[in-house]
Each structure stands twice: as structure tokens, then as C-alpha cells.
């Protein structure tokens, strides 16, 4: 029978969780700042700290790392409904806002697009990790005010997402400022011609 010490040495080190992390974090950064063309598997290890051979004996190719990556921000904890169409549609509005700029979400999307078609797997992972779920979170406040009779019955939930979505994309695009209070008067003019009017 093995002792404790001779049963870690068969089995080998736990893999430190603090690593992947790192590598993660590395890929992301890097995917922000020099999109897909400029990553590789030596440039993401020395930006994380650690060994190609520890990026190789948790990812098999470049493709399957930034996959990871991008899982590794995927969207969770989205706000919590309170019944309000309006306080609901902020929170996710603050929520994306925030998210976007913690992960430099915008730098990554950016450098997807600019190296179409090359990188349609790479926005096709994009779509499933972060942007169609939080679609997702707004059309179903859309939904959910339309079902309350506080928004029109005529509206497109998806519509309505795509436009208050997509004034963070305009804005940040000009360079405008997106600053306290923004969420509110984004969805406040978007909700003007959506509120339902007895």
C-alpha cells in the first residue's frame, strides 16, 4: 500500500488553479490588444508567467485556449428582476457597461471584426459566451413589460434590446462619455416610444 507522499508522486502535482487564471487573464489581454493575428501560445506564456509546457498540458492549440478564454467571461449573475421594465432594462444596461469594461470587452470585439472572416469561430464563441446571452437578459425585461401592460403589446423585444445595446456601441465608437447617469437617459429615450400610452 502507498504511502500518502508515494501516492502524490504517482499521481502528480495538483494543477495549481492559480495558473489558469493567469493564462486566461493573459489571452484576454492580449486578445484586446493585438486580436487573433497577434496571439500565440510563447507570447501568452510569458504574459502569464508560466511555461509553454503549462499552457500545452491544459490546452491542446491556440483555438482551444482562446475558447477557454472567452468561456472564462462568460456572462453570469445577471440582475435580478424587480418588476419594473425600467429599473430592469438600467441594471443590465450598468451591468454590460461594467462588464465590458473590466474585460475590455470592446477591444476584443473590435479586433474580431477588423480580421473577418479569419476570425469567425473566434465571434461565433463571442456570440455564445457574452452577446446572446445578455440579449437574451433584455428582450426577456422586454417581455416581461409588455406581459405587465407597461410597454406596448406591438414592440419587438429584440428590437428594443438592439437599440439600447447598441447605443453603447455608437457612444463608446465617438467617443462620448459614458458617465453617471448614462444608463438612465439611454433607456429613458429608448422607453419614450416604447411605454405603452393609454
Known amino acids: 500500500m502507498l504511502g500518502d507522499n508515494q501516492t502524490r508522486t504517482r499521481m502528480g502535482r495538483p494543477r495549481d488553479p492559480s495558473k489558469d487564471a493567469a493564462v486566461l487573464e493573459a489571452t484576454i489581454n492580449l486578445l484586446a490588444q ?3 493575428a497577434g496571439i500565440s501560445i510563447d507570447r501568452v506564456a510569458a504574459d502569464a508567467g508560466v511555461s509553454k509546457v503549462t499552457v500545452y498540458s491544459r490546452w491542446a492549440n491556440k483555438e482551444h485556449l482562446i475558447a477557454a478564454a472567452l468561456s472564462h467571461v462568460q456572462v453570469t449573475g445577471l440582475p435580478e428582476p424587480t418588476g419594473s421594465a425600467r429599473t430592469d432594462l438600467i441594471a443590465h444596461l450598468k451591468a454590460m457597461h461594467q462588464a465590458y469594461d473590466e ?3 470592446m477591444a476584443i470585439l473590435g479586433n ?3 480580421s473577418e472572416p479569419a476570425s469567425g469561430e473566434l465571434l461565433d464563441s463571442i456570440r455564445r459566451s457574452t452577446i446572446l446571452p445578455r440579449r437574451a437578459g433584455f428582450a426577456e425585461v422586454v417581455r416581461a413589460g409588455i406581459e405587465r401592460g407597461e410597454l406596448r403589446s406591438d414592440i ?3 428590437r428594443v434590446t438592439s437599440m439600447i445595446i447598441g447605443v453603447l456601441y455608437a457612444d463608446h465608437v465617438a467617443g462620448l462619455s459614458l458617465d453617471r447617469g448614462w444608463e438612465e437617459s439611454v433607456v ?5 416610444g416604447a411605454a405603452r400610452r393609454d
Open 103 to 105: 474585460s475590455r470587452g
Open 156 to 158: 419587438d423585444p429584440e
Open 34 to 36: 493585438v486580436g487573433l
Open 188 to 192: 429613458d429615450d429608448v422607453l419614450a
Open 112 to 114: 474580431c471584426l477588423a
